[in-house]
């Protein structure tokens, strides 16, 4: 049997059927904070989604009215090819069944989908002023599966807080050259039956993503889980590559 210790700090599982082939520990040095030296800058053309979908204090010349969402899901949902989308603070609490997501009709039920080439999907401020929670029970479930699911190419998704709200992945990645990074993701315990990871570079649909970026991101396990069988349930791994691409880069995660 193959054995998988959840008291790491980090670990990169890379998965063939059910054979671990290996672990990175992490960077000492790694962190989240200093969001403000890749912040975005708000420019005409961006989306913006704010906690009350209202035009964010002193960027009305950026946005207007119609380019404002008071949801992730639909903001996403209104994207299209290449564009950017702000999240400025707040608590974000997502129901997928009102407000848009997979909705547990696809393998991998995912409360935020992102399916369009080149979208950027950035917080304003980071991690420590943008959270983002799932209403239990969206998809019919305890958990959602998974928080964030990127199915197109060329996607960004950086400066989130995801709470602990998922039974599958944080983050799954399934579309080539994604960029993920400055996130903190969530453990979601002890629940029943949980099997999965942080992030996970590749999913239950069978994409085999390449050339994936995954940095500078923590990722919290929950400690004093003991060590369980890689085949049964109840365990999670910092990042998993279940993907059978290649060129994937994993630098400084915690």
Do not use: C
């Amino acid at each position: 049997s193959v054995f998988l210790s959840t008291i790491m700090v980090l670990s990169v599982v890379a998965m063939g059927g059910v054979a671990l082939s290996g672990s990175v520990a992490a960077d000492p040095g790694a962190s989240i904070s200093g969001y403000d030296e890749v912040a975005p800058e708000p420019a005409d053309g961006d989306l913006a989604v704010t906690a009350d979908g209202q035009v964010p204090d002193g960027f009305a010349e950026s946005f207007v009215s119609g380019d404002v969402y008071g949801s992730i899901p639909r903001a996403t949902d209104a994207a299209g090819e290449n564009d950017r989308i702000i999240v400025f603070p707040g608590d974000y609490s997502i129901n997928p069944a009102e407000d848009g997501g997979d909705g547990g009709l696809v393998a991998v039920s995912a409360a935020v989908s992102i399916s369009d080439t080149g979208v950027e999907l950035v917080s304003f401020a980071g991690p420590e002023e943008t959270n983002l929670s799932v209403t239990p029970g969206g998809n019919g479930e305890n958990l959602q599966s998974t928080i964030f699911h990127i199915t197109a190419t060329d996607v960004t998704l950086q400066g989130f807080n995801i709470s602990e709200d998922w039974s599958r992945a944080g983050i799954v990645v399934d579309g080539d050259n994604a960029i993920v990074e400055h996130n903190l993701i969530k453990d979601p315990g002890n629940s029943a039956d949980l099997i999965g990871y942080g992030v996970s570079v590749g999913g239950d649909s069978g994409a085999d993503a390449t050339n994936a970026t995954v940095a500078n991101n923590e990722i919290q396990l929950v400690e004093d889980k003991g060590t369980t069988e890689i085949t049964g349930a109840d365990w999670v791994a910092g990042i998993g590559v279940l993907s059978n691409g290649d060129s994937h880069q994993f630098e400084n995660n915690v």
